[in-house]
């Protein structure tokens, strides 16, 4: 075989030394999640895609013990990390899969931060610290079989019965949805949306998984039935009032999946760059050739570029000045940027791109859903239009 004329690089995978701009902490942190996924996730997960399953619960204990649930939030037993160290545990995660970052977004982003941020002290007191270690699981039910992009239209209905609330209604594609002991459900009242804590033996609440997904296989999907489940007073969250409250804790969850695309799109370079040194083709090394070469450049450019845009946003919200539209921007750019690096490094493993024994049709299909939830590309995209226009093109 011919060898490289020149010595690679260091780091191939950080052509551009972003390492360099990360704390020791953070680093840390990195490395942690990075052993985590390599010791429990990376040696199965092709498994449990292939299965279309997930070991919710026992990762959510090994999880919780590395306190990487909630972890971005203060007290109740949760780690209280930088939004930096918390986008870089996503990165470390979506890395491994795309269901296990979404199983720790939904968990952390979602769930647990409409208790934290809307919940009562009984509400705090009763999940955060169980979620934070992992013994309890939460879902967010927002999305409706008719009511994905515009949520305001939601046919979920909270009515007053004497002191009580009684909940009707469905909610679509819901990631944990069928393993959760605790459901987020936002439903409308009189008063405008407001957000629902549930336990899920609540008579009159079902979930069922959603069958024959081909994407995020490794994650598990229901939907929400709600037929007449009878919640006590208080079961309300006090600090969320209209659609504001929910898509509070979407922005939080986007931040996660601005990390995470970029550690799907780092798995498949590092893919690419290794079967490509390895493979020959015409006699020569497929690293070789001018075609090659030129994906493999432009793979690192998105790479990079994605990095240093997930950065600077998690140093923003740091600083406490990331706005929503900076998070659209950032979710739009990285994971459109990610879908084309997984498409790219499948063509250049060729047919063996297209097995489980490699990781890239398993990033590039479960993009698929990161494209689309927490906002898809197109909804993103009009965010972002309106914040430069002042003209709202929804509807
Ligand atoms: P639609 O809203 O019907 O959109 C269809 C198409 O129309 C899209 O391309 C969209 O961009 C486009 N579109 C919509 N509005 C406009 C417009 N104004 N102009 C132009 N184009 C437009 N939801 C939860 O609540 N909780 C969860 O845990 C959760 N987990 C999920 C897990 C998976 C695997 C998936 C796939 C989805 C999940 N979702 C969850 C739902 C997800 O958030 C929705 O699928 C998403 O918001 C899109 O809604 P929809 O599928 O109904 O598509």
């Not at 052509?15 to 942190?29: G, N």
């Amino acid at each position: 075989m011919t060898q490289p004329t020149r010595p690679r690089p260091v780091a191939p995978l950080d052509l551009l030394d972003v390492d360099s701009l990360l704390t020791e902490q953070e680093r840390d942190v990195q490395r942690t999640v990075r052993r985590f996924c390599s010791d429990r996730v990376r040696p199965h997960v092709a498994d449990w895609f292939a299965a279309g399953d997930l070991p919710v619960r026992d990762l959510a204990r090994e999880m919780g013990g590395l306190g990487l649930l909630g972890m971005h939030l203060q007290g109740y037993g949760c780690a209280g990390t930088s939004a930096v160290e918390y986008g870089l545990a996503c990165l470390e995660l979506e890395a491994a899969d795309s269901g296990v970052r979404s199983l720790v977004s939904v968990q952390g982003s979602l769930a647990m931060y409409a208790l934290h941020a809307y919940g009562s002290e009984e509400h705090k007191q009763e999940w955060l610290p169980r979620m934070a270690a992992g013994e309890a699981i939460g879902c967010f039910g927002l999305t409706e079989p008719d009511h994905g992009s515009d949520p305001g239209g939601m046919r979920t209905r909270a009515r007053r019965d004497g002191p009580d609330w009684v909940l009707d209604g469905t909610k679509a594609w819901i990631t944990n949805g069928s393993v959760a002991d605790v459901a987020v459900v936002w439903a409308r009242t009189e008063d405008g949306v407001r957000g629902f804590v549930v336990p899920t033996d609540t008579p009159g609440f079902t979930a069922t998984p959603v069958p024959r997904k081909l994407s995020l296989r490794a994650s598990v999907t229901a939907e929400l039935a709600l037929d007449g489940v009878r919640l006590p007073a208080g079961a309300e969250l006090p600090g969320a009032r209209g659609l504001a409250g929910p898509l509070g804790c979407l922005t939080e969850a986007r931040f996660g999946i601005v990390f995470g695309a970029v550690g799907a799109a780092r798995d498949c370079v590092e893919t690419a760059l290794a079967y490509t040194a390895e493979r020959e083709v015409f006699d020569r090394p497929l690293a070789g050739y001018q075609l090659t070469q030129r994906k493999l450049a432009d793979m690192t450019v998105a790479l990079g570029t994605s990095m240093l845009l997930a950065l600077h946003l998690g140093r923003l919200k740091d600083a406490g000045r990331l706005r929503p539209e900076q998070v659209s921007v950032g979710k739009l750019n990285n994971v459109r940027e990610a879908l084309a690096v997984a498409r790219e490094a499948r063509t250049l493993l060729g047919a063996n791109g297209i097995t489980l024994d490699y990781p890239v049709m398993r990033h590039a299909s479960n993009l698929e859903s990161v494209l689309t939830y927490e906002g898809t590309s197109e909804v993103h995209t009009l965010v972002v239009g309106q914040a430069l226009t002042g003209h709202s093109a929804f509807r």
